[in-house]
């Protein structure tokens, strides 16, 4: 019994996983002229805003892109200050609901002496308060891990965008594209209706994942907070473009890879985007898959 | 003056010699030698026999759709010979004073060849037909060439023959001239077939045992067949044999069977043919309990009925269902085929004959997920119910004329997605996302003729496809703008069965042979083809999850012109056969998607697309052996495809997916004795096109990848080489057969990439991780007849 359950094994294993077989490949593409790059984000939150001026660089080099500084920088005709990275809003700024921002940025980039003129636009979003956030067990006995959370909120008539950033304790978990999560919700899809909306993209185990193969350990008594975002449409485009071409790609399932298309007008890369967030948060309850601190 | 007297009667003697040469010829008295060629085990009319006459005049025909021949001969003694491809020849000795009737029934080879003729179709007739860019394969050569995983498979077959190249590694779809997979028509007994992949593309649907030929036109499509650019596959059912028959193999994940008989007299015939995977069979005994319930397997059936009614009337019924399942925990997907064919010949007279076939084809999958608290079902559905009438007037010997209709009613259900919650306590979340249900109607008149002249030298063959498409309601209309804009957001409703929006087109087709010797044809050919269905796909590798979606309003259809020429002869006996073609395509309307397109379960899919020009070209050498010890084939193909889309790429011409400039085939066999038989197959193909990201920028964190020019760079050369060892076990003269066949595939375990993904060093470098799916995989299979 234990052969054939061997040979089964065998069997099972040579024929699904023969598929999981990679290699290094010895391909490289060849360098590009360097492109200007201009992002930005505002939310409805009072806090510091940055805008970041950069180059790309080879995408096969050593080299990491750094910021530049251009000539001038302005939102809505107000100057923001270089700080030597990057240029900041004042610390109280914060982008307010239902209005058109104007980014402008001057900047001789490719060095021929005459001050290039780059600009984009965005309207800040309504916010949709979140009104709940729970944690639901995904095993029958209903009180263990792998936990969703759950958020619940009223979703407005027409096409909205939404994202989601989780902090544990405080710390941003959603600090990458990979572990921000969006959605957009319309008539074609569920419209206007409060949600109960069990967000996919964190499974909340014992551990979940982090940089350099690293997990980021959650134990009871932790606390989870989710921000919902509503994104404006330029910004929730952009960031699913930029998910898909972080993603892993397998032949069945992905399309061909593409630029992440941004709003910036002047030949310029990137976005200039807004949301409107609305917290709320939950403490991991005491159960048998969380260890306590 | 003496000299002149010679001269005089030099010249005398000549003219007297011609003369009394020629004398006899104008006086000599001519009858008519006919005949009909049929398959002695059914009695099926072979069609393309060659009917030679032994007499140092070369005289020769070929026998038409109902196997018939007709010879004009002269008075006196003769040696008929009836030669067709997979059947023993046939020579008969007649002393010709009268019209004669004849009728031959030829005896087909075993499975068991000594040597093998590698394309079904004689020598003669690839020489003589004003047809090009055609291979016809027979059933005994699938079996004979090495195996994946032990299942021999129709398709990996085409895949190996000049101008067709695999869509990617391990996948059944296949890449005919530079064109994408879905502009190739893939036929089962007259039925539309919309996915042919089992296993995601390991396998094909078609179970040898089931199948007796298959034809591909590369692009001279006659004018019968049409809705697709690229190529037809037509695939031709076996019959039942007239006693009774058993074959089968049994593999190590698969196993097949299939019986054949008659049904009480001779007239009624039938062929059941099974077979099923079992990779899974013993999942059970695992200890795993993840392993020990999951189900990975596809199994699929076939069957045909072939009644002779009477002399003028034949039907024939062939039924196909297929299904493959996946199921891993809670999760599972779903998908398969089902096809049917009634086929109805009636003979009005010799020389005028019908086919009616009413076709039906259904393929849909089913991808679902569940947990405790909430559950995903995902749809989707592709049908085809069709009738299809050919009319076949043979006016003389030298007219041969075909017309007829045929109407196919599509229904596209691309996608449907209801999720559902089951929460103890709040409100229960029930999400259905319905795409749009799409219909198309399409209707088809054509004519053809097949013009021989006189002097059985050239040949010509012309003909003209009328094609009506309509679009048919219910379902939610979007159009778009130049811009590729939402004219209406919310879409316009249209009720059932209103037809909404029509277009047509008109597609002529040539083609010119000439025999410059009896040895050397020359030949030319033109086609137009338009393409009303499109597939929508994220996949190059033959994805179970397709979706196809019609023409409408806002979706153009695609349209091709190609021209071909080549020169094709045979050699040293007709034991060898070599052809040299050139072709140019010009593609109007060629569908690509815009960047980062939404096409999963996204109704407004007309916002997503973009169209513009293709061309491709290239050339095709072919050499083959026929008959002998070694037997195969080996070919060159060089080949190119662009696309021009102004969306796409900056509207600079790119390379098209399918652009691989250089492919050889080798395909050999040889019986090293009577009991074994080794095959060897070697595939090299340039290395498929691949967008490579050439710089890069912070965004959250993460290096965000900038392209510049659309396949502008190749992943590494594919190349393979499979071999196989057939070992008959049978003793000679039984009727129980049966053979070991040992196979492995990629026998130097190339690791041919699959997917290309991004990685990246601690360091911040970049470096592309290949994933290949197979190293050296070998396979036994038994294989038994009775």
């Known amino acids: 019994m234990r052969f054939i359950e061997k040979i089964a094994s065998v069997l099972f294993l040579l024929f699904i996983l023969l598929g999981g077989c990679t290699s290094l490949l010895d391909l490289k593409s060849e360098g590009m002229e360097p492109r200007l790059v201009i992002t930005g984000v505002l939310s409805t939150e009072p806090q510091t805003h940055v805008i970041e001026i950069s180059a790309t660089v080879p995408y096969f080099g050593m080299d990491l892109p750094v910021n530049i500084q251009a000539e001038e920088v302005r939102i809505n005709g107000e100057p923001l200050v270089w700080d030597g990275s990057m240029y900041l809003t004042e610390s109280t700024f914060a982008a307010k609901e239902g209005e058109t921002y104007l980014l402008e940025v001057w900047i001789d980039f490719d060095g021929d002496g005459e001050t290039e003129y780059y600009w984009a636009t965005t309207t800040v979003p309504y916010t949709h308060p979140l009104e709940s956030l729970s944690l639901r067990s995904l095993m029958p006995s209903g009180n263990d891990t792998p936990f969703l959370l759950m958020a619940g909120f009223h979703d407005t008539p027409g096409e909205d965008y939404y994202g989601a950033a989780l902090w544990i304790n405080n710390v941003l978990y959603s600090n990458r594209i990979l572990r921000y999560y969006i959605h957009s919700l319309n008539e074609y899809t569920q419209d206007g209706e409060y949600l109960r909306y069990p967000i996919p993209e964190w499974i909340i185990t014992s551990s979940l994942i982090w940089d350099n193969q690293q997990t980021f350990d959650l134990y009871a008594g932790d606390v989870l907070t989710v921000d919902l975002q509503t994104l404006s449409k330029e910004y929730y485009l952009y960031l699913q473009q930029a998910k898909i071409e972080k993603n892993q790609h397998f032949p069945l399932f992905s399309g061909p890879r593409g630029n992440v298309v941004g709003n910036i007008e002047g030949g310029a890369l990137g976005i200039f985007g807004s949301y409107a967030g609305s917290r709320k948060s939950v403490t991991l309850p005491e159960c048998p898959g969380l260890p306590s601190r | 003056m003496k000299r002149f007297s010679l001269v005089i009667i030099s010249v005398v003697l000549f003219l007297g010699q011609m003369v009394m040469t020629a004398s006899p010829i104008y006086a000599q008295e001519y009858f008519t030698c006919s005949g009909k060629v049929l398959d002695a085990v059914n009695g099926e009319t072979l069609q393309g026999a060659v009917v030679k006459v032994s007499d140092g005049t070369g005289s020769w025909t070929l026998t038409d759709v109902r196997g018939q021949f007709s010879l004009r001969l002269p008075k006196g003694e003769i040696v008929l010979e009836v030669t067709y491809i997979g059947y023993k020849p046939k020579q008969s000795r007649?002393?010709?004073?009268?019209?004669?009737?004849?009728?031959?029934?030829?005896?087909?080879?075993?499975?068991?060849?000594?040597?093998?003729?590698?394309?079904?179709?004689?020598?003669?007739?690839?020489?003589?037909?004003?047809?090009?860019?055609?291979?016809?394969?027979?059933?005994?050569?699938?079996?004979?060439?090495?195996?994946?995983?032990?299942?021999?498979?129709?398709?990996?077959?085409?895949?190996?023959?000049?101008?067709?190249?695999?869509?990617?590694?391990?996948?059944?779809?296949?890449?005919?001239?530079?064109?994408?997979?879905?502009?190739?028509?893939?036929?089962?007994?007259?039925?539309?077939?919309?996915?042919?992949?089992?296993?995601?593309?390991?396998?094909?649907?078609?179970?040898?045992?089931?199948?007796?030929?298959?034809?591909?036109?590369?692009?001279?499509?006659?004018?019968?067949?049409g809705g697709r650019l690229s190529s037809l596959l037509d695939v031709i059912p076996a019959d039942g044999t007239s006693r009774f028959s058993l074959d089968g193999g049994i593999g190590l994940i698969s196993s097949r069977l299939s019986a054949s008989g008659r049904l009480g007299g001779d007239n009624l015939t039938y062929l059941v043919a099974g077979r099923r995977t079992y990779a899974d069979l013993f999942l059970p005994l695992a200890k795993n309990e993840l392993i020990r319930n999951t189900v990975l397997h596809f199994y699929d059936l076939n069957g045909r009925l072939r009644w002779r009614v009477n002399d003028k009337n034949f039907l024939h019924l062939t039924l196909y269902h297929g299904k493959d399942r996946f199921k891993m925990s809670d999760m599972g997907l779903h998908f398969g085929n089902s096809a049917a064919t009634l086929h109805w010949n009636h003979f009005f007279s010799d020389s005028f004959f019908l086919k009616v076939y009413t076709t039906y084809t259904n393929y849909n999958y089913d991808f679902y997920g569940k947990t405790t608290e909430m559950s995903m079902d995902w749809i989707s559905r592709v049908q085809d119910a069709g009738l299809r009438v050919d009319f076949s007037y043979q006016l003389t010997t030298d007219h041969l004329f075909e017309f007829g209709y045929t109407s196919n009613f599509q229904w596209f259900q691309p996608g449907q997605v209801i999720g559902k919650s089951d929460m103890n306590s709040g409100p229960q979340i029930e999400q259905d996302i319905t795409m749009s249900r799409r219909q198309g109607f399409v209707n088809v008149l054509y004519f053809s003729n097949e013009h021989k002249f006189p002097d059985q030298r050239l040949e010509v063959r012309y003909g003209l496809r009328f094609t009506r498409f309509d679009n048919v309601g219910p379902t939610t209309l979007y159009k778009v703008d130049s811009a590729y804009n939402l004219l209406e957001d919310e879409g316009e409703v249209i009720p059932s069965g209103r037809f909404f929006h029509n277009r047509h087109g008109w597609e002529p087709r040539v083609g010119i042979s000439f025999l410059a010797t009896p040895n050397i044809s020359i030949k030319a050919s033109y086609s137009r083809t338009s393409q009303y269905v499109h597939l929508l796909s994220f996949s190059s590798a033959g994805s179970p999850l397709e979706i196809w979606i019609p023409s409408g309003p806002s979706i153009a259809p695609q349209t091709s012109h190609q021209v071909s020429a080549g020169v094709f002869a045979t050699l040293f006996g007709k034991n060898y056969e070599a052809s040299a073609e050139v072709f140019y395509r010009n593609l109007d309307n060629v569908l690509d998607f815009k960047e980062h397109p939404n096409l999963l379960l996204y109704d407004k899919i007309e916002t997503e697309l973009r169209y513009g020009k293709g061309k491709g070209y290239g050339l095709e050498f072919l050499i083959k052996r026929n008959n002998q010890d070694l037997s195969g084939w080996i070919s060159y193909t060089w080949s190119r495809a662009f696309r021009t889309i102004p969306e796409v790429n900056e509207g600079k011409p790119y390379r098209a997916p399918s652009d691989r400039p250089h492919n050889v085939n080798v395909v050999l066999f040889y019986d090293i004795t009577r009991r074994l038989q080794v095959s060897v197959n070697w595939i090299y193909a340039t290395g498929q096109p691949i967008t490579l990201p050439e710089g890069r920028y912070w965004f959250f964190n993460e290096l965000v990848p900038v392209y510049t020019e659309r396949n502008s760079y190749r992943m590494p050369d594919y190349h393979r080489m499979d071999a196989s060892l057939n070992i008959r076990l049978e003793k000679p003269g039984k009727r129980w057969k049966h053979a070991i066949n040992v196979s492995v595939y990629n026998l130097y375990g190339r690791k041919n990439p699959w997917a290309v993904n991004y990685r990246m060093r601690p360091t911040g470098e970049q470096y592309l991780e290949m994933t290949y799916l197979f190293s050296v995989v070998p396979s036994i299979t038994w294989n038994f007849s009775f």
Do not use: W
């Open chain 2, 94 to 225: 007649l002393y010709l004073d009268a019209n004669k009737d004849l009728l031959y029934f030829l005896t087909p080879f075993s499975y068991y060849l000594h040597g093998i003729t590698v394309f079904a179709e004689s020598p003669a007739h690839r020489l003589r037909k004003a047809e090009m860019s055609i291979e016809r394969v027979d059933a005994q050569v699938v079996r004979r060439v090495p195996t994946l995983f032990g299942e021999t498979d129709l398709l990996k077959v085409v895949q190996m023959l000049p101008g067709v190249q695999s869509a990617s590694e391990g996948s059944s779809g296949f890449i005919v001239r530079g064109g994408s997979p879905d502009q190739n028509l893939i036929l089962f007994d007259n039925a539309t077939l919309y996915n042919v992949s089992h296993m995601l593309g390991f396998f094909s649907v078609f179970n040898t045992d089931a199948v007796r030929t298959m034809t591909l036109y590369k692009g001279d499509i006659p004018a019968r067949y």
